[in-house]
C-alpha cells in the first residue's frame, strides 16, 4: 500500500461547514496528489504537491485548497462544504520505477465525504 | 488538452470468454498509458502500463498510436476479474502531476 492511509475514512457534514481530510505517507515520496471520484467521471484531480509548500491545480480545485508543510502529509480543505462536494477523495503519491522510468501512482483507501 | 475515452460504463462477460475493455486516447503527443482496477471496496492499484509491456493476472494491453487506443484483453475471463477499471495518460516526459484518468468500465464475470 506504499504506506499510504487517509483521515477519516468517513466523513457526514453539514452545508457550509469547513471539512479537513488528511492524507499521510511514510516513505517521503515527493509527489501527492487529491482526486474525488464520481459516477460517470472517474477520477479527477483536485490539487497537487512537488514539494514541501509547493501545490497546484489540478482540473477541479474550485472550492478545494490544499496545504504541504510537511513532507509526510497533505492536507485537503472545503472551507465551505457544499452538496456536491459529496464524494469518494482518494489521494495518492508518485514512486519511481527501478529502471528510472516513468513514475507510478499509489492511491489510498479513500475518504467517503457525505454533505447533506 | 488530452482525454481518455472508455466507452463501455458496464460490461458483463461469461466465466472463460475473453474480455476487452476499450480505451481510446487523444492527445497529439506521446503519452504514456496505464490500466488501474479497483476491486470492490478497495483502494486503486496499478494494473499494467504500456511501456513495460508485462501480462498482469493475464491481462495484456497494447498502445496502437495508429488508432490513439490501449485496449485491455484477456483470453479466458475469471470471476475474480469482476472490478472497476480506469484508463489513464500521462504525458511523456511529464511525470504524473499530469495524470489524466477515464471515466471507468464495471466489469462483471458472470459465473
Known amino acids: 500500500d506504499a504506506g499510504i492511509t487517509q483521515s477519516p475514512r468517513h466523513k457526514v457534514t453539514e452545508t457550509g461547514t469547513p471539512v479537513t481530510l488528511r492524507c499521510h505517507q511514510t516513505e517521503n515520496h515527493r509527489y501527492m496528489y487529491w482526486y474525488r471520484q464520481d459516477p460517470g467521471h472517474g477520477l479527477r484531480l483536485i490539487h497537487y504537491s512537488y514539494g514541501v509548500k509547493d501545490t497546484d491545480k489540478g482540473e477541479v480545485s474550485d472550492g478545494y485548497s490544499v496545504s504541504r508543510s510537511k513532507t509526510e502529509d497533505f492536507l485537503l480543505t472545503l472551507e465551505s462544504a457544499t452538496s456536491s462536494q459529496t464524494s469518494v477523495y482518494f489521494c495518492?503519491?508518485?514512486?519511481?520505477?527501478?529502471?528510472?522510468?516513468?513514475?507510478?501512482?499509489?492511491f489510498g483507501p479513500g475518504t467517503r465525504l457525505l454533505v447533506l | 488538452a488530452q482525454r481518455v475515452t472508455q466507452p463501455e460504463k458496464l460490461l458483463s462477460v461469461f466465466k472463460g470468454a475473453p474480455v476487452e475493455l476499450k480505451c481510446n486516447y487523444s492527445?497529439?503527443?506521446?503519452?504514456?498509458l496505464f490500466w488501474y482496477v479497483q476491486y470492490s471496496r478497495q483502494r486503486l492499484q496499478l494494473l499494467l502500463r504500456h511501456i513495460s509491456r508485462e501480462s498482469i493476472k493475464g491481462f495484456t494491453a497494447d498502445l496502437n498510436k495508429g488508432e490513439t487506443s490501449f485496449h485491455l484483453k484477456k483470453p479466458f475471463a475469471q470471476e475474480e476479474d469482476s472490478a472497476m477499471y480506469y484508463c489513464a495518460l500521462t504525458l511523456e516526459n511529464f511525470g504524473n502531476e499530469k495524470l489524466t484518468f477515464g471515466t471507468g468500465t464495471r466489469l462483471t464475470i458472470i459465473p
Open positions: 495518492a503519491i508518485s514512486e519511481s520505477t527501478t529502471s528510472g522510468g516513468q513514475e507510478t501512482q499509489y
Open positions: 492527445y497529439s503527443g506521446s503519452p504514456e
